[in-house]
């Protein structure tokens, strides 16, 4: 009776080892499939941080505040004009569908010759920008763009629907 106690112990030990290397490895399988999955998921949209605007200046809020401070020093390089005109956009055009519409518009403004005026953007989502939200009154940033008119320090006029920024556009 020994003995078959003895067999059945070492069967049952067995069994329970046996048991237990299958589930490391079982396990183990697991994690190296879910490690392939997932250095094969390609970055999605929302990772890659969007660019626009790539050919016009961008400016920074603290070249802003420069701009109405009338601290030129540390104003953007190409700022030559008293009147001064900066979009305030979101690149995430999913978010901003009035931005996507103004596009063209403001791509045309920025690159035209022999210009009177300067004409910066500036990103709202930058980390350089944060604040420049609350600086502005009576806005929807960053659903809705913002164009602002200054003329030297002074701020003229904030155009913050699609009606005013085209008419706003078409002035200069």
Do not use: W
């Not at 003895?6 to 490391?24: D, E, P, Q, R």
Request: glycine share 4%; hydrophobic share 35%.
């Amino acid at each position: 009776m020994n003995k078959r106690n003895t067999n059945t112990k070492k069967s049952n030990s067995n069994l329970v080892f046996g048991i237990i290397n299958v589930g490391i490895i079982l396990g183990l399988a697991v994690l190296v499939v879910v490690l392939i999955v997932l250095s094969m998921k390609k970055p999605t949209q929302d990772d890659k941080p969007i660019k626009r605007f790539e050919d016009l200046t961008h400016i920074s809020l603290e070249q802003y505040e420069a701009i109405l401070s009338g601290e030129t020093a540390l104003a953007p390089e190409d700022y030559e004009h008293s009147n001064t005109y900066i979009f305030i956009y979101n690149p995430n055009y999913d978010s901003c569908t009035l931005c996507k519409a103004l596009n063209d518009d403001i791509i045309e403004k920025g690159k035209k010759e022999d210009r009177t005026y300067n004409f910066y953007v500036m990103d709202i989502t930058s980390k350089d920008n944060e604040g420049m939200k609350e600086k502005l009154e009576s806005n929807h940033l960053p659903n809705t763009p913002v164009l602002l008119h200054l003329y030297g320090s002074e701020l003229l006029e904030t155009s913050i629907d699609e009606l005013s920024i085209k008419s706003a556009l078409t002035k200069f």
